[in-house]
T-cell receptor, first 115, second 114 residues
Framework: NAGVMQNPRHLVRRRGQEARLRCSPM?????VYWYRQLPEEGLKFMVY????????ESGMPKERFSAEFPKEGPSILRIQQVVRGDSAAYFC?????????????FGQGTRLTVV | AQSVTQLDSQVPVFEEAPVELRCNYS??????LFWYVQYPNQGLQLLLK??????LVKGINGFEAEFNKSQTSFHLRKPSVHISDTAEYFC????????????FGDGTTLTVKP
């Protein structure tokens, strides 16, 4: 059973370009969470999605960032018109449900560098 | 809202010495508590978690942590560390109503020296 798969592992974008980060949850998991880790900091929650729905986007920047989790295919975190401050590691986690005793499993992350 | 404070950003220790990584949290509701380890350029691996019950939690790789409600702490310990334990360690609190939405501390870098 493969774990949470994120791709690409490393992504370099020039300022003003778009970045698309993909996350395939573990088999049978329908809940996905995106986190951002800035250099020398811990992970910060961005958004929580279930299939086709955004449940909690309280950690998402108001502009340029969007996320989706379609019925088929991976979850996508999209950053438009990237700036240097977007350089970070972006982690995805998935869980089978959201309730008691459920564990979220993390992917290996996508490291975005904006030049 | 929840918050997590990891009291030490860097902890250097010699191999086979004991280590304690400190974590304090604040929350107005019941929470889960987690410790994760992150090796360079890798994702997060769950070391252990506290959900309820016994306040002493044992995890993988010989680590354990003790939940202290009165002191709102969840310190991580290992009696004898190895070079391979060198990594970044994160303490996190999660809501008991949502498995994956957690608040993380800023991390503690454990460096084990020979």
């Amino acid at each position: 059973n493969a774990g949470v798969m994120q791709n690409p592992r490393h992504l370099v974008r020039r300022r003003g370009q778009e970045a698309r980060l993909r996350c395939s949850p573990m088999k049978g998991h329908s809940h996905v969470y995106w986190y951002r880790q800035l250099p020398e900091e811990g992970l910060k929650f961005m958004v929580y999605l279930q299939k086709e729905n955004i449940i909690d986007e309280s950690g998402m920047p108001k502009e340029r960032f969007s996320a989706e989790f379609p019925k088929e295919g991976p979850s996508i975190l999209r950053i438009q018109q990237v700036v240097r401050g977007d350089s970070a590691a972006y982690f995805c986690a998935s869980s089978i449900s959201r309730g008691l005793n459920t564990e979220a499993f993390f992917g290996q992350g996508t490291r975005l560098t904006v030049v | 809202a929840q918050s997590v404070t990891q009291l030490d950003s860097q902890v250097p220790v010699f191999e086979e010495a004991p280590v304690e990584l400190r974590c304090n949290y604040s929350s107005s509701v019941s929470v889960y508590l987690f410790w994760y380890v992150q090796y360079p350029n890798q994702g997060l691996q769950l070391l252990l978690k506290y959900l309820s019950g016994s306040t002493l939690v044992k995890g993988i790789n010989g680590f354990e942590a003790e939940f202290n409600k009165s002191q709102t702490s969840f310190h991580l310990r290992k009696p004898s560390v190895h070079i391979s334990d060198t990594a970044e360690y994160f303490c996190a609190v999660g809501l008991n109503t949502n498995a994956g939405k957690s608040t993380f501390g800023d991390g503690t870098t454990l460096t084990v020296k020979p």
